[in-house]
């Protein structure tokens, strides 16, 4: 007689037939597929993590490089669209300058940011469940539930592209037509004001992009099966960033365009 495992809940008691008493066999017939799916999920995370503690520095350092590059891209489109557009003649509200500096307005920033990365990291999650665990699941269907799993990955991969896509743009034209109109009101030229925008803009956008450039590191590697991982640590990474950037908008960039406005 032979034990299943410390792991098995029924290692303790005598098993009839030791050759089928394995451990994969006791784990299948207590749980099923979508069980299994979220079991090799979490293993799969753990064991990531585990790894990336003898090489923090060269995967973090991956993600933050071409995150900045994403970074200094969008800017350079805001730069792009601030130059075609027409200034609006109404009066925006800028902190520091027409408007006092307040908690309040860093509070504001951080949810607004918050919500940024909330994306970005839903698009981890989504590709995590599209890459690794949906053809887990895949793989125990047949006939239609079959088909309708092995084509849900790749359509929730093209939905992800096709939604951050379609949100760089947006915020390249609404960013950009706002900054035509404050660097006019503050009677500035686009390209200084820009320079001293970037001063919290990119270590900002570049900790929002983090789990983006998971994303797209991972998708290339086809290492799906580590976006859950990527999820948790660019999070906790952007975190604190966000938190002084935002303090850095509220409290400084305003003085450092006082000091260009100035005579």
């Known amino acids: 007689m032979r034990s299943i495992g410390p792991r098995d809940c029924w290692s303790t008691l005598p098993s009839a037939d030791p050759v089928k008493a394995t451990p994969f066999n006791a784990e299948e017939n207590q749980m099923g597929t979508n069980e299994l799916a979220l079991a090799q999920g979490l293993k799969d995370t753990g064991e990531t993590i585990a790894g990336w503690r003898s090489e923090r520095w060269r995967v973090v350092g991956s993600w933050t490089v071409l995150s900045a590059a994403i970074a200094v891209g969008l800017l350079l489109a805001v730069y792009?669209?601030?130059?075609?557009?027409?200034?609006?003649?109404?009066?925006?509200?800028?902190?520091?300058?027409?408007?006092?500096?307040?908690?309040?307005?860093?509070?504001?920033?951080?949810?607004?940011?918050?919500?940024?990365?909330?994306?970005?990291?839903?698009?981890?999650?989504?590709?995590?469940?599209?890459?690794?665990?949906?053809?887990?699941?895949?793989?125990?269907?047949?006939?239609?539930?079959?088909?309708?799993?092995?084509?849900?990955?790749?359509?929730?991969?093209?939905?992800?592209?096709?939604?951050?896509?379609?949100?760089?743009?947006?915020?390249?034209?609404?960013?950009?037509?706002?900054?035509?109109?404050?660097?006019?009101?503050?009677?500035?030229?686009?390209?200084?004001?820009?320079?001293?925008?970037?001063?919290?803009?990119?270590?900002?956008?570049?900790?929002?992009?983090?789990?983006?450039?998971?994303?797209?590191?991972?998708?290339?590697?086809?290492?799906w099966h580590k976006l859950l991982a990527a999820t948790f640590v660019t999070v906790g990474i952007a975190a604190p960033v966000l938190i002084l950037t935002a303090l850095q908008e509220v409290y400084v960039t305003p003085r450092l365009l006082g000091l260009l406005i100035s005579p």
């Open 80 to 223: 792009a669209v601030g130059r075609l557009s027409t200034p609006d003649e109404t009066s925006l509200v800028v902190i520091g300058i027409n408007r006092a500096p307040s908690l309040e307005m860093v509070g504001a920033i951080l949810f607004r940011n918050s919500l940024v990365l909330a994306l970005h990291a839903l698009a981890c999650v989504a590709g995590f469940i599209a890459g690794s665990a949906l053809p887990l699941q895949a793989a125990s269907k047949t006939g239609l539930w079959r088909t309708i799993h092995d084509r849900a990955g790749p359509l929730a991969i093209l939905f992800v592209v096709c939604a951050t896509g379609f949100s760089l743009l947006t915020q390249a034209y609404f960013l950009g037509s706002q900054a035509a109109t404050i660097a006019a009101q503050l009677g500035l030229g686009l390209a200084p004001f820009l320079a001293v925008i970037a001063t919290h803009a990119i270590p900002e956008l570049t900790v929002l992009f983090l789990p983006l450039a998971a994303w797209i590191i991972a998708s290339r590697r086809g290492d």
